[in-house]
């Protein structure tokens, strides 16, 4: 069945400093692979997706993500942590076949001053 | 505009009482989609409407029906919930049936308490 793990319950990291979280999916052929985040009390919204073509993807409030099939893992990283990054960040995959995403358990991300 | 509006923010029910959850849209979106998230928990799909049709009903128990009375609207109406059910409840919608290519673009949920 299809899966994702976080592996990282939480992650505290100091403002300005750089950030990773780590996404590893279990899919057989091509994933749709997406990092959502969460505030509190708040919906999600969505920060970058992946479904083909270029491995590295942009997505919005500077985070970016990189698709390592070898590694069935899609990271999310950010070169410089702001305070207002503190929230909860969920990566979420599908493909073709899925009927809905599967969520991973989440991270969530502390950060000091 | 890219918003999913959900009313009310808050609500306390027993029992026994009857209520309504409410989420619209103005985007034009033609799937509309129902989760449960329980706290420090993956939101939990429940339900999926397409085309103002329900496509995905994730076994979900009666006590709770949805609706989707036109393409901008989806209402969760709430009979005989249990304490369990106490949860945040969030609405998303995204642009064109139900491809999970498409952006979900999630409300700010409602939170409900069951007593």
């Known amino acids: 069945a299809q899966s994702v793990t976080q592996p990282d319950i939480h992650i505290t990291v100091s403002e300005g400093a750089s950030l990773e979280l780590r996404c590893n999916y279990s899919?057989?052929?091509?994933?749709?692979l997406f990092w959502y985040v969460q505030s509190p009390g708040q919906g999600l919204q969505l920060l970058l997706k992946?479904?083909?073509?270029?491995?590295l993807v942009q997505g919005i409030k500077g985070f970016e993500a990189e698709f390592k099939r070898s590694q069935s893992s899609f990271n999310l990283r950010k070169p410089s942590v702001h305070w207002s990054d503190a929230a909860e960040y969920f990566c979420?995959?599908?493909?073709?076949?899925?009927?809905?995403?599967?969520f991973g358990t989440g991270t969530r991300l502390l950060v000091s001053p | 505009d890219t918003e999913v509006t959900q009313t009310p923010k808050h609500l306390v029910m027993g029992m026994t009482n009857k209520k309504s959850l409410k989420c619209e849209q103005h985007?034009?979106?033609?799937?509309m989609y129902w989760y449960k998230q329980k706290a420090k928990k993956p939101p939990e799909l429940m339900f999926v409407?397409?085309?103002?049709?329900?496509?995905i009903n994730e076994s979900v128990p009666s006590r709770f029906s949805p609706e989707c009375p036109n393409s901008s609207l989806l209402n969760l109406h709430l009979h005989a919930l249990q304490p369990e059910d106490s949860a945040l409840y969030l609405c998303?919608?995204?642009?064109?049936?139900?491809?999970?290519?498409?952006?979900?673009?999630f409300g700010p949920g409602t939170r409900l308490t069951v007593l």
């Open positions: 979420a995959v599908g493909g073709t076949g899925f009927q809905k995403l599967v």
């Open positions: 899919y057989g052929a091509t994933p749709y």
């Open positions: 409407y397409s085309y103002e049709k329900l496509s």
């Open positions: 992946y479904f083909s073509g270029d491995t």
């Open positions: 998303a919608s995204s642009q064109g049936g139900t491809r999970l290519t498409d952006t979900q673009y």
């Open positions: 985007m034009g979106h033609r799937a």
